[in-house]
């Protein structure tokens, strides 16, 4: 059994075709994707996508996936067609891709046959599909740094299955796999961020006008909430303590921060009773 048997499995959604069918999809259409797309830190997509099938060809040697020479052929076709498409956009598209691009490969000619299948055929399709590779690699870097909890799935199986393990540690064993995937959670920040607002807005019909008035209709009702305090230097001044926000005291010290913020807390639990949830909670830093 491999020593990480999640990261094994998550692995094999980055050696399917459809994956490259999209990257190189993105190469062919006849529009600049060189800037910036997403949070990465790279000053291109196709740099970020190189670095990407790097980092991924060298995990999947470390393991031993099952799928290894299926992704190095597929990751080696579509670095090369990335490579062409840098020396200009013109060069290399759906029409011309045979006459610069040519494999004898049965995996490589079935992505190139089913990306020319299946072409983008708007700018905004094309904008869309970046973005959703960049999210999809996001991803790949997202659970890298979080596998500790699924190492412990691994170890709590091994243990649960001898036959000597009691059920008092086998439930031990569970809570602290528990607690590492609970941990782990926290750490997958584009899950997070895509639970949040939507971080732009683009108008091109009216749907998209409808969708962008119900969109920051939503925001504003579900985002802004206030919290009366029973102070009236907060709500008169300011409304309230707005939700989801960050508030900072700041004052010299001894000059009763602590004391004011721990009497602000009691009111504002006081003062708000109905709208609290199971969960919610206050939280000062000093």
């Known amino acids: 059994m491999p020593s990480n048997i999640v990261l094994t499995k998550f692995l094999s959604k980055y050696t399917s075709i459809d994956f490259y069918k999209e990257i190189v999809n993105i190469a062919l259409y006849p529009s600049e994707f060189t800037v910036t797309v997403g949070s990465n830190d790279y000053d291109s997509v196709p740099n970020y996508l190189n ?10 040697n470390q393991y031993g996936h099952e799928q290894k020479g299926v992704a190095e052929k597929l990751i080696d076709c579509t670095k090369s067609i ?27 000619k079935k ?6 299948d299946d072409k983008i055929q708007s700018d905004d399709q094309f904008r869309q599909k ?12 997202d659970i890298q740094r979080a596998v500790s909890g699924s190492t412990k799935i691994h170890e709590f199986l091994d243990i649960i299955s001898r036959p000597e393990i009691g059920i008092i540690e086998a439930l031990e064993s569970y809570k602290d796999m528990s607690l590492q995937l609970h941990s782990d959670l926290s750490n997958l920040a584009t899950v997070a961020k895509s639970e949040t607002a939507t971080e732009y807005y683009e108008l091109s019909d009216s749907k998209s006008i409808l969708d962008i008035s119900e969109n920051i209709t ?8 206030f919290f009366k305090t029973g102070l009236d230097i907060f709500d008169k001044s300011i ?18 921060k602590s004391i004011t913020l721990s009497n602000l807390f009691y009111k504002l639990a006081q003062q708000n009773q109905e709208q ?9 830093i000093s």
């Open 51 to 60: 670095s990407f099938f790097k980092d991924l060809g060298k995990i999947l």
């Open 82 to 108: 990335l490579k062409l498409r840098s020396a200009g956009s013109g060069l290399i598209t759906y029409e011309t891709i045979d006459q610069h691009y040519n494999s004898t490969n049965a995996i490589t």
């Open 111 to 116: 992505l190139i046959s089913d990306v020319k």
């Open 130 to 141: 970046i973005e959703h590779v960049v999210t999809l690699v996001d991803y790949y870097y």
């Open 218 to 225: 939503n925001y504003i009702f579900d985002n802004y909430t």
């Open 239 to 256: 409304d309230g303590m707005e939700a989801s926000s960050v508030h900072v005291i700041a004052a010299p010290s001894n000059a009763g």
């Open 276 to 284: 609290f949830q199971p969960g919610d909670a206050a939280l000062f």
